[in-house]
């Protein structure tokens, strides 16, 4: 955003240098990126006025024109024996008795000044020496027009420098204004001049055009025939929609030069009056406006009729904009409609169906707000990023729409002699209730470090036109229309230290007791499992918690269970999500298509679900951690034991054992197993505690189909605050052992029917009572074809002892007394 420092004088007193200024308002307002010397791009043009024009000896298109600089003796190397200058032109708009901008010899054309800079000299052109040029528009950037010279005011004096009569002797401020995003009110130039004498401690008082609730409008022609307006208005996508019907329209009027180049000065190209004016005013205050072509707007509505709707677009409209784009819109746009038919995009751009031209005659004028979350997510999906949507982003005040459109209109009857036709339209259920914030002085200063008095507190506010008042040593605010951002004390707090400079807060030792911060299990467990699953090859990924509904949908999840975003990034990030196993799959599914042929990958956040709420009312926020194991080829071995060993490599790292038991209808998170494949799945518990604290298993073959995924996965989700109550929260050490260790496998033959959680669960509890280090992996799980009631599982032991080397002996014994407690308690033979 750029401010004009001779524009910001209009309203504010500026006496300091302007890197002083600069500087003063990088430490308490925004920072300032650059500072822009406008006036030396300007140097040397002076206006002056042509006495002469004839035709070109040696050219048909070109005219010789002399022109008067001004009195004095300058230029008198340029100047003829008649006193002008002579210059040849190819301009078809000159004509004697117009004033101009003419740039010397050794003038810099000032559109080149800032590119490659282009020094003027004098130039023979067909045999006649032309000093210098005459400027159009363009030449002097002020605009894209060079259909012509530009000719400047008939009062202007001849001779003048052009930067002096425009004030064009500018400081141009390029501020970075996304720290502004929540002060709608300093994206107007009035609004950041009263920031601006707030800091420099001076009084500032809004123009009262601005601050009339009920502004005095041109009254309506009686000349003409009256219009009758309508407008149909959804509440929840305007606050408030204002319409305005004008005649009489002179569009061949151009607006004052003057405030072309305050326009052009802050990087807003100059068009037409009509455009001029409303751009004008957004930028003075902060309200876009927009102006339909009103001939061209009943010409769309199906009945001719000057009915306005503003609703929400319907999947499959379509609209064009003035840029030529034509874009498909979604049920989180906002369009204007006539009647039925789509003819701008609400707050953002217009439709080319609808546009003013040099033809145009009547005028729709709008001056409204708009849902700024809706705004921002269409801002994103069609790349609009005008002046008018970034402003309307921001949440502009209901109360200024009313001014700004009667300025408009005042300002249209004035440059282009257009006459009101109709009333104003106003779809407004009236003001909202402003608070009022008490704030005692005892508190602020003690937030601040400060000794402010009442009287020096209110102060510092009314000089940002905020109403403060004094009770005894307590302070009532009321906040203004247009400062949103100041709903409680604290707010009054960082708005006082803001305004008196935290550079001038006096420095001091913390009086408040000091404590060492505690450790949160949470986040030491979340390091823990981090390092652990990283070292046994898994990728750790970050995924959005927001999710499409239909993700949600493909994982056999509930949509109703989950939040819905309202100000939602896009269509497809509108849903909190319930487990992040459907975020990770969408990750597998773009790492399998790019070729990656086995990976895991893994996620540590956090889940939301409508059910239940926690201590202090607010939705439940359970963190949890996922992983899927993904494989795009079949493999010897079904994917859930991969994932299994992670889980038990999980539990490892963090000095616990999992029991597996068949998933069933538990009272555990059905949204969490949703995914899950029963048969194929296990849930995970912590021997001694009822409640399962995860899930392990395949996914289901829809779940697979319907985000086109291999068989091949497997995947787990662990619920860790469950896991932080039952963790050891000290490592027992035990040495590295000095002597080798050895590895026996067993098989047994089982029921075909028995669960392979219940084989694991007694060899792990016999292993448990041996008296050294016992560990087991399943290798594999075999039926044979002509046997179909029996099944072969083979397990690997690995056994150790820190104290001594297994003898083989010794590892036989352990094997067949591991064999005879399957025996005895699943009725297993050794194969």
Not at 301 to 319: I, Y
Request: charged fraction near 25%.
């Amino acid at each position: 955003m750029i401010i004009s420092l001779n524009w910001l004088k209009q309203f504010v007193k500026i006496d300091s240098p302007v890197e002083d200024l600069a500087e003063l308002i990088g430490s308490r307002l925004v920072e300032v990126e650059r500072v822009v010397d406008l006036g030396r791009r300007y140097q040397g043009a002076v206006i002056a006025q042509i006495k002469r024009v004839a035709s070109h000896p040696g050219a048909d298109r070109l005219s010789l024109v002399g022109v008067d600089p001004g009195p004095g003796r300058l230029f008198g190397n340029w100047r003829r024996g008649d006193g002008l200058v002579e210059v040849v032109c190819g301009a078809s708009n000159l004509r004697e008795g117009m004033k101009v901008v003419w740039l010397p010899p050794g003038a810099v054309l000032p559109a080149s000044v800032d590119k490659k800079p282009e020094t003027l000299s004098a130039k023979e052109v067909r045999g006649a020496v032309s000093a210098g040029m005459l400027a159009s528009a363009k030449e002097l950037a002020l605009g894209d027009d060079h259909s012509g010279i530009l000719e400047v005011d008939s009062d202007q004096p001849v001779g003048a420098g052009f930067a002096e009569a425009y004030q064009l002797n500018d400081y141009l401020l390029d501020i970075e204004n996304k720290s502004l995003t929540h002060r709608p009110d300093c994206f107007g130039l009035i609004g950041f001049a009263r920031e601006v004498a707030a800091i420099s401690g001076q009084d500032f008082q809004t123009p009262k055009w601005l601050t009339a609730l009920k502004p005095d409008l041109v009254p309506l022609d009686s000349a003409l025939a009256p219009l009758e307006l309508k407008a149909t208005v959804d509440a929840d996508l305007s606050e408030r929609y204002q319409l305005v019907a004008l005649d009489n329209l002179d569009a061949s009027k151009t607006s004052p030069l003057l405030i072309q180049t305050w326009l052009a000065r802050v990087g807003i190209r100059p068009i037409s009056a009509a455009v001029d004016v409303t751009n004008y005013l957004m930028y003075l205050t902060g309200q876009p406006l927009h102006a339909f072509d009103l001939d061209k707007f009943l010409s769309v509505h199906p009945e001719r009729k000057a009915q306005v709707a503003v609703r929400q677009a319907k999947p499959g409209e379509s609209l064009t904009l003035i840029d030529g784009r034509t874009i498909r819109l979604n049920d989180q746009d906002i369009v204007i409609c006539a009647g039925p038919v789509p003819v701008a995009l609400a707050g953002a751009m217009g439709g080319a169906s609808t546009a003013i031209d040099s033809s145009t005659k009547r005028l729709l004028l709008e001056s409204a707000t708009f849902n700024l979350y809706r705004l921002r997510n269409t801002q994103m999906r069609h790349g609009i990023f005008s002046e008018a949507v970034t402003r309307f982003t921001k949440g502009q005040p209901v109360a200024q729409t009313a001014p700004v459109l009667a300025s408009a209109v005042r300002m249209l009857s004035d440059i282009c002699l257009a006459r009101r036709i109709s009333q104003v339209v106003d779809v407004y259920p009236g003001p909202a209730k402003t608070p009022v914030i008490h704030l005692e002085v005892e508190r602020l200063n003690r937030v601040l470090g400060t000794s402010f008095s009442a009287e020096e507190a209110v102060l510092i506010l009314r000089r940002a036109e905020i109403d403060a008042r004094q009770r005894q040593d307590e302070l009532s605010v009321h906040p203004p229309y247009w400062r949103a951002d100041l709903r409680i004390a604290e707010d009054v707090i960082e708005e006082i230290g803001r305004l008196s400079g935290y550079d001038h807060l006096p420095a001091a030792l913390p009086l408040r007791p000091m404590s060492a911060a505690l450790e949160d299990p949470l986040a030491v467990q979340a390091q823990v499992l981090r390092r652990a699953l990283d070292k046994a090859g898994a990728n750790e990924v970050l995924t959005y918690s927001f999710v499409s509904q239909s993700l949600i949908s493909d994982a056999g999840q509930n949509s109703e269970r989950a939040f819905k975003v309202v100000n939602a990034l896009s269509g497809d990030l509108q849903h909190y999500r319930l487990s992040l196993t459907p975020s990770l799959l969408e990750k597998c599914r773009q790492n399998l298509k790019s070729g990656y042929q086995e990976f895991a990958l893994f996620e540590i956040g956090k889940l939301h679900d409508k059910r239940g709420l926690d201590a202090d009312g607010l939705p439940l926020e359970r963190p949890s951690l996922a992983l899927v194991y993904a494989r795009s080829h079949a493999g010897n071995q079904p994917a859930y034991y991969a994932a299994r060993r992670f889980a038990e490599h999980i539990a490892g790292s963090l000095k616990l054992r999992f029991e597996f038991k068949p998933l069933t209808n538990s009272d555990y998170n059905d949204q969490i197993v949703a995914p899950y494949m029963p048969k194929r799945s296990a849930l995970l518990f912590v021997p001694g505690v009822k409640a399962p604290v995860g899930v392990v298993g395949e996914l289901k073959d829809g779940v697979l189909q319907s985000l086109k995924l291999p068989p091949a996965l497997a995947g787990l989700e662990l619920d860790l605050a469950a896991l932080a109550e039952v963790a050891r929260p000290v490592s027992d050490y035990r040495p590295s052992g000095k002597y080798p260790g050895t590895e026996k496998d067993l098989t047994l033959r089982v029921p075909a029917d028995l669960a392979y959680a219940e084989v694991a669960r007694v060899i792990g509890q016999s292993l448990a009572k041996e008296p050294l280090d016992g560990r087991y992996r399943p290798l594999s799980i075999y039926r044979d074809p002509k046997r179909p009631e029996a099944r072969h599982i083979t397990f690997r032991i690995d056994l150790s002892d820190h104290r001594g080397t297994i003898t083989t002996q010794r590892a036989n014994q352990v094997i067949a007394r591991l064999a005879a407690a399957a025996a005895e308690h699943l009725g297993a033979r050794q194969v």
